[in-house]
């Protein structure tokens, strides 16, 4: 029989967060004022957008991560308590890094901390993407809590203090959530339970899954330009973004037909690759000025996704013991990393005056254009600053290697935290169902759903006949 | 063989209505003028919340019900039939009781309209929900007819003549459609024939009730703001229910993994509690000014919502026979209730000041504030009146219990009509399978797809042998 | 073993077509101007309708085909790659066709033309939906490539030329798709491969087709009001096509009882003909003025629909030998033609003045009205033309007639491209399974999980033994 703290141990650390998490919205939450703000609210339909990457983080995760056979309740379960819990942290996280907080001593809630909000829940499921079916809930609530303090913080970093570029996050969300998870997986060197579930034959699971990659396939535009402004970054991301994806969906099924002997399509090209071009355009969806460009993104994108599943992660398995059980690492990591590249050839190739007078709420800190350019700025109280081409291309290489850099470290630190085995840990599989781990990686035993013990034991005994499933 | 009259009974019927239907909207139903109210449609973004209740409606909740493994289609057929039904029903009770009714002798049809009428559905799919598997088709429809008759005029009783705030419609939607529910289904004491449907090990139906569940949960806002103006109110309706249920949600698994004896997390509390949050604070969803108050709302609706499902809904079978199929009780009624009383609360304690020149968009008929706002209300048409705190909070009393009445006496009725039977019953499911009983609640006797009578009787044998599912 | 032709078809032309796509969209290609057409963005909220249509076609029809029990992955994976292929060609076909490319020599892209790529999709996909099973993915693509470039031309000459008013795309999007399809299905003469798929108890990828079936339900008002403007013509083109569908919805239900012998509603009426109504109101969903007449259209629609899947489909099988996958000609081919039907009789028999001053944006070359209409035209850059309902209906038959006539002719030219043993082709199911057709219609033999051969070989006995489905 497992002891009263394993099985209390998660309501406790939950609780007590989440009692923090109301006395801290209590002193310091406040909406936005109805009156000054309510314009901004719809204006440029802030709130449409905020609903397309709501149902990304909540309904296309969830199913994209719900592939396991005998772990796809337990995957969209955890998706939904992780995002939640992340939703309330992000926010009061936030809120005391906003200068309104430095001013007022409390911080303001409006649509767009609540799409800021969402897209921290993107990195933290990013990372659980690939440390699915390893953790236990109490592992992953305890992740989800240092992965979003170190990421908020990161993302302040490189936003608002390097200045850099990251219109779609690419960098602070999806490069920053598939590294911390490879580095926590490396340290956890765990092998992944779930393997022998990748086998058997194409199974509704499969089709649940898919239910996720074309949410998140078809919402894309609006995770790139959720938090763009002006009107016409929005419109660059948007389209960006749309093109990009068309053309590395096209390519993924031509380079996963070409590396099957058969000339088949791989299921697992097509349900990740395809989403490839929407992370490599996302760092600089509001600055690519030019249709091909984009379609070359994508094809780029495609190619390097669709190699690394083939050829990398087999390799990776081998040699660094790292187990990537959504494939995540083909997914966000390459292409979040070749975006954070395009964006430094974007910002140094193209001319800035092609951007006309709203520049600089891409590039902040952008050196005057001109006379009347730098008039236009004071008055808009956009910033004025010393950058150009090569200024500014340096710091979004220093973006990119800040954000990489503090997700290893930060993985590597969290993954440590999680192998104390004062927390639950998942137990091998090869060891035969039983109480004693009841948190094995198989739905029956991770969740229930049955009043008398009898029939969970009626159950675990079909289970272990494979017959239920 | 069945009767005639049984198999053309609810042909017979549906018929019937929907060329009333027709004859109606013929007589009485206009679209609004395009030139004045064009403006309207749009601003605001009400399409846009339009079609998040409208997916909600016909996607959520059909998903929601889909977990009975055996009854999955059945059900979200039903749900799309009676929606279809209830919209057209709806719109042409709402436009009898409208102003412009009475002036002109016919209403008008715009988007606030179609909004109003899928909310009504929701009331008859919550009621659904409580008899899911009990009725058949014939019955869902007249429960329809009857149910959505009642519950326009009661919320135009609660909202147009006791002026009470009710803002994501908890007291007139789901309070009544859960007791409404609950009373038709006490009439009929019908023992839940898909009990046996509820053991079994985790299965794909309820990964597709997990859709509908993710969803409502995403569009809930939306839901409690649909039908709110100005722009401030429709925002705090937003925010509220964003936090409500971000932390309704964290509580439900905190809770449910204390209930169980190992620690883990029932499927039953994931699939409804989560969603505790947004009906508990529906009713005021435009009116809580603070975050922390929506926070606490949250936690308090998940407890009352899991403690239903651990203690209270056993008892309601055992001691009264109350047979609640997808445990409506504990995701709408309870937490409605409690809703109602939150509003009271909201209304007595808050100081009306701080709601600005808003406040009788909130409240009407509440005593203008000040000269400046009495001048303010009286140009822009708002309505004057003499309620303050007390008199306001009296009047939500009012409407709670006014809803709660009318739904338990109205269910009874229904039920006792419903029981009549010249109507197609559910057979006992312990009788064999056969075209007696072709209504037994099995997809298989309820739907066909087959043209061969033959192939019908095999699939009804390997039915009997449990292989095809 | 398959030749190396056979095995690299695929991954050669579809690697050279998106190879020109690039080089077009580097010579031709241009975003609009941000400054200019910021505004147009999002007012009128354009982005949410398109993301409406948006998802219609990538997660609606894609799971509306996967009711085929063993090629369900296939189908939504064929959907994916037409789309992202259909996306890119469709909006480099259209800037060829505007104004603005034949004075500049380049083109524009805008939210617009996102919506116009997309409805270019659902033509070969309800196309698709006819030959589903039948075709490889070497074919399917050379079946898009054609049918994309004749479409956009017929389009072209149907609103520019013509200038019918073909609101919903009835005439060039579902009547052209459906009968394309038919006409290369009778080419074709493929007897349906997944026919024995047909049968068998109600199984989950019927539930999953209802997801697609659901979110084309739900979103076909956007698709029917995406293109239109101004407001008054959106506005009214969603409320008819909300009603509209809400009457065929319940009309569907009163047939499908009715044509069966026990008085059951079958699935595949349930599944199709509930759509019906948003087809047939789709031509002249901005023309109808009264909502009774919404409701009257999806009534007939509904009839016939289920006349079509009860009484005809069976016939043409019989007779013409014409197999019809998804029922796609009672879906979109019958009420497709309705729709042309309905719109010549709405264009003849209501009184133009009734559409008061933007008349001219449903029926441009209408004739003006009196003189200041006159005037008002000539000031907002509206067509002035000689039309009045006499011709007016006169060029709405010939829109059908023309569409028609154009789908059928190409779909016969495709057919026999298509069957050109050059292209790989489907084998006959009856042989077993083997390297040799490795193209036969089944998700295991069309895509591929595995990375061991042998894997692959254990998969396909299991198969043989059908124990995995």
């Keep these: 029989m497992t002891s009263v703290l394993q099985r209390r141990q998660f309501g406790l650390i939950a609780g007590i967060l989440q009692i923090i998490f109301i006395c801290a919205f209590a002193k310091l939450g406040r909406y936005i004022d109805p009156i000054d703000d309510s314009k901004r609210v719809f204006s440029g339909t802030d709130y449409p957008l905020f609903q397309d990457v709501h149902l990304m983080i909540f309904v296309g995760f969830g199913f994209l991560m719900a592939f396991l056979k005998r772990y796809g309740f337990s995957a969209i379960s955890v998706n939904l308590l992780l995002s939640a819990f992340v939703i309330q942290f992000a926010i009061l996280l936030r809120g005391c890094l906003s200068d309104n907080f430095k001013n007022t001593g409390t911080f303001t809630i409006g649509i767009p901390e ?11 499921l990013i ?6 079916g390893r953790l236990t809930p109490v592992q992953f609530l305890l992740l989800a809590f240092f992965e979003t303090a170190i990421n908020v913080c990161v993302e302040f970093v490189v936003v608002n203090v390097l200045h850099v570029n990251d219109s779609g996050r690419s960098l602070t969300v999806h490069t920053f959530g598939a590294y911390f998870g490879l580095a926590a997986a490396l340290v956890g060197h765990k092998k992944n339970v779930m393997e022998m579930d990748e086998h ?32 016409d970054a929005r419109h660059r991301a948007i389209m960006n973004t749309y093109l990009s994806m068309a053309s590395s969906t096209v390519t993924t099924f031509i380079l996963s037909s070409w590396v099957d002997q058969l000339g088949r399509f791989n299921m697992i090209h097509i349900q990740s690759s395809t989403l490839a071009g929407g992370v490599a355009i996302g760092t600089a969806a509001n600055a690519v000025l030019y249709p091909s460009h984009a379609v070359c993104v ?21 040699t660094f013991h790292i187990f990537d059980t959504c494939g995540v690492h083909n997914l966000h990591g390459i292409p979040g990393i070749l975006s954070g590249l395009l964006a430094i050839g974007f910002a140094y190739f193209y001319d800035p005056r092609e951007y006309g007078k709203t520049l600089n709420h891409i590039y902040p800190y952008w050196e005057p254009l001109n006379k009347t350019h730098l008039i236009l700025n004071s008055q808009n109280g956009a910033l004025i600053g010393d950058r150009n081409r090569v200024s500014q291309a340096k710091f979004q290489a220093i973006g990119l290697g800040f954000s990489l850099g503090s997700a290893i470290i930060g993985g590597l630190i969290t993954g440590l935290i999680l192998k104390i085995r004062v927390w639950n840990q998942v137990d091998d599989p090869n060891i035969p169902h039983g109480d004693v781990n009841y ?13 008398h013990a009898q029939e969970q034991q009626q159950l675990r005994e079909r289970e272990q006949m494979h017959e239920i499933y």
Excluded at 114 to 124: E, G, H, L, N, P
Aim: proline residues 5%.
């Design 114 to 124: 609540m799409i800021s909000a969402d897209s921290s829940c993107a990195a933290v």
């Design 439 to 451: 948190y094995a990686p198989s739905d029956v035993n991770f969740l229930s759903k049955y009043k």
């Design 298 to 318: 994508g094809v780029i994108s495609a190619f390097l996704s669709v190699m690394g599943h083939a050829w990398l992660s087999p390799r990776l398995e081998r």
């Design 127 to 132: 990372t659980m993407g690939v440390l699915l």
């Design 200 to 231: 058997g034959g194409i199974h509704h699971s499969d089709l649940f899954s898919m239910i996720g990659t074309l949410l998140l396939w078809v919402f894309f535009p609006s995770f790139n330009a959720a938090i763009q402004e002006p009107e």
